[in-house]
C-alpha cells in the first residue's frame, strides 16, 4: 500500500498545470493556504478526509522556497465512526522550482520534515472510562511534486500539489503492528505575497553618445574634434581644429585691360585648389577687381570677366560650385592702394586682382 501511493504521488503529480504570468524571483515573505484531501493509509483503519493547511513561506533564491505549514485532517474510523480520530501537524517543507525562459509557470520537487499528532479514541469496553483516548507525536517526513504559477509582480499565484507523507506513529491502537503509517495529499493552494512588490529602479538614461554632441559649437562633434576649445568665428576643419587657411590670391594679377590667365596666375590657383580639396567644408567668395583707370562701367564688366575666368578655373579642377560664392566683380571699388584715376598712374598691377575670400 505505501509503495503504490508513492509511485501514484508522482505520478500524478506531473498532470498538473498552472498558467500565470512569466516566472520571476520575488523575495517578498508570502502566506499560503491549500485544501485537498487526504488519502490515508488503509493499514490504520480510517477513512479518506478533506484536509487543510496554512503557512508561511519565502523564495530564497529564484529556485528554492521554503515554507512552514501547518496541517489538520479529521478523519473517521472505519469500524466505528462515533470514535473521533483527528490528525495535526507542523511542517517545514523546502521546494525546487524549475524554471524556464519564457513559460509562466514552474514544476518543483517538494521535500519536507516535520511533526504529527494523532487524537484516537478507541473502544476500551468493559472499562468504565471507554472510550479510550490515545494522544500522541511523531516525527513525519514528505516527499512530492507541484506546479506553481509565477508571483513575481502579482497578488497571488496558484500551486498545486501531490505528496506522500510518512507519518511514523508507531503507538496506533488499530494497528499495533505498525510502525509508520503513509498518506497521500492532493490539493489545490493559493499563495499571498505580503507587501508590495520590489519595484526595480528604472535603468539609467544611457549616455548620450558624443556623436551627438558638440560642446563647443564649432559644427564637429565631440566625437571628431580634436580641438575642443576652439573658438567661435574662426574656420574649422573636419578634425575640429582651426585651418591655417592662407588662400592669397592677390598675386593672382592681370595684364591692363585683360581677364585671361597668366602662367602665375595659373600655378598660384593650382594651390589655392588643392587647400580647398584638403579642406571640403571651407567656402569662398570668388571676386574680381581692376585698377582706376577707365570708366566705372567698363571696369565692372571686367572685374566679372576676371572673377569669372578664376571660378571657372576652380569648378574645372574638382572644387563643387556650391563652395563658391559668386563670381562677383567688384569693378575699381576696393583697391588695394588708391592711384587716382589720372593715367597712367592709375595702372596698379596690385588692384587687377582676383580674389578668394573665406566665408565663415
Not at 113 to 132: I, K, M, T, V
Not at 186 to 208: D, E, F, R, T
Not at 213 to 242: E, F
Request: aromatic residues 8%.
Amino acid at each position: 500500500m505505501k509503495i503504490r501511493l508513492l509511485s501514484t504521488a508522482m505520478l500524478a503529480g506531473l498532470a498538473f498545470a498552472q498558467v500565470a504570468q512569466a516566472q520571476e524571483f520575488d523575495d517578498r515573505w508570502y502566506l499560503t493556504g491549500s485544501a485537498g484531501m487526504n488519502i490515508q493509509d488503509n493499514d490504520r483503519g480510517t477513512r479518506n478526509a478533506p484536509f487543510g493547511a496554512l503557512g508561511v513561506g519565502k523564495f530564497l533564491n529564484p529556485n528554492w522556497s521554503l515554507d512552514g505549514e501547518l496541517n489538520y485532517q479529521n478523519p473517521n474510523n472505519d469500524d466505528n465512526q462515533d470514535l473521533n480520530w483527528a490528525q495535526y501537524g507542523v511542517s517545514l517543507d523546502l521546494r525546487r522550482h524549475f524554471l524556464a525562459e519564457g513559460r509562466n509557470w514552474a514544476p518543483y520537487l517538494l521535500m519536507g520534515l516535520g511533526y504529527q499528532r494523532s487524537e484516537e479514541e478507541f473502544d476500551a469496553f468493559p472499562n468504565p472510562n471507554s472510550p479510550g483516548r490515545r494522544e500522541e507525536g511523531n516525527l513525519a517526513a514528505k516527499v512530492g511534486v507541484g506546479i506553481q504559477s509565477a508571483l513575481a509582480g502579482k497578488r497571488a499565484a496558484i500551486r498545486t500539489e501531490l505528496a506522500y507523507r510518512a507519518d511514523f506513529d508507531d503507538g496506533s491502537i488499530s494497528a499495533p503492528n505498525e510502525d509508520w503509517f503513509g498518506d497521500l495529499l492532493a490539493s489545490v493552494g493559493v499563495v499571498i505575497p505580503l507587501g508590495a512588490p520590489a519595484v526595480a529602479a528604472p535603468p539609467a538614461p544611457a549616455a548620450p553618445s558624443c556623436a551627438d554632441l558638440d560642446d563647443d559649437g564649432d559644427g564637429v562633434n565631440n566625437c571628431d574634434d580634436k580641438c575642443p576649445g576652439s573658438q567661435a568665428g574662426q574656420t574649422i576643419g573636419p578634425d575640429g581644429c582651426p585651418v591655417p587657411v592662407s588662400i592669397d590670391l592677390k598675386g593672382v594679377n592681370f595684364d591692363f585691360d585683360k581677364a585671361t590667365l597668366r602662367p602665375d596666375a595659373v600655378s598660384i590657383l593650382s594651390e589655392a585648389t588643392e587647400i580647398l580639396k584638403r579642406y571640403p567644408e571651407l567656402k569662398v567668395e570668388v571676386a574680381g577687381h581692376t585698377d582706376q583707370c577707365g570708366k566705372d562701367d567698363y571696369n565692372q564688366k571686367l572685374s566679372e570677366r576676371r572673377a569669372s575666368v578664376v571660378y571657372d578655373y576652380l569648378t574645372t579642377n574638382g572644387v563643387d560650385a556650391s563652395r563658391l560664392a559668386g563670381p562677383i566683380g567688384y569693378g575699381e571699388s576696393r583697391p588695394l592702394e588708391d592711384m587716382g584715376q589720372a593715367f597712367p598712374g592709375c595702372k596698379s598691377e596690385k588692384n587687377r586682382r582676383t580674389e578668394l575670400n573665406v566665408q565663415n
